[in-house]
């Protein structure tokens, strides 16, 4: 079992960057793949990036992120990324962090541990 905190969330202009981070527990984090999912009010969870088990690894990412958004990780530090640039408000969300053992997958259902979540929002 894994456990995940996320970090970096905050209030920020459209234009700007963010780093989210997501630190996890244990002592196998490079056995699980990871992935970031969002949530708007009021709308569905969004799968926005993922990033398979290895540093460096292989990425996926939604087309509402692609360019702007860069997930990596840190299997020595237990840590996964979200770079975030270019912010638009579109991307406010509360952002989650989550893992799955074995190979990433390209959707949230897929996905077993979640962090609580982290806020960002964006503004105009």
Do not use: H
Request: glycine content about 10%; aromatic content about 12%; hydrophobic content about 30%.
């Amino acid at each position: 079992q894994v456990q995940l905190v996320e970090s970096g969330g905050g209030l920020v202009q459209a234009g700007d960057s963010l780093r989210l981070s997501c630190t996890a527990s244990g002592r196998t984090f490079s056995s699980y793949a990871m992935g970031w999912v969002r949530q708007a009010p009021g709308k569905e969870r969004e799968f926005v990036a993922a990033i398979s088990r290895t540093t460096g690894g292989s990425t996926y990412y939604s087309d509402s992120v692609k360019g702007r958004f860069t997930i990596s990780r840190d299997n020595a530090k237990n840590t996964v990324y979200l770079q975030m640039n270019s912010l638009k408000p579109e991307d406010t969300a509360v952002y989650y962090c989550a893992a799955r053992a074995g190979p990433y997958r390209q959707t949230a259902e897929s996905y077993d541990y979640w962090g609580q979540g982290t806020q960002v929002t964006v503004s105009s």
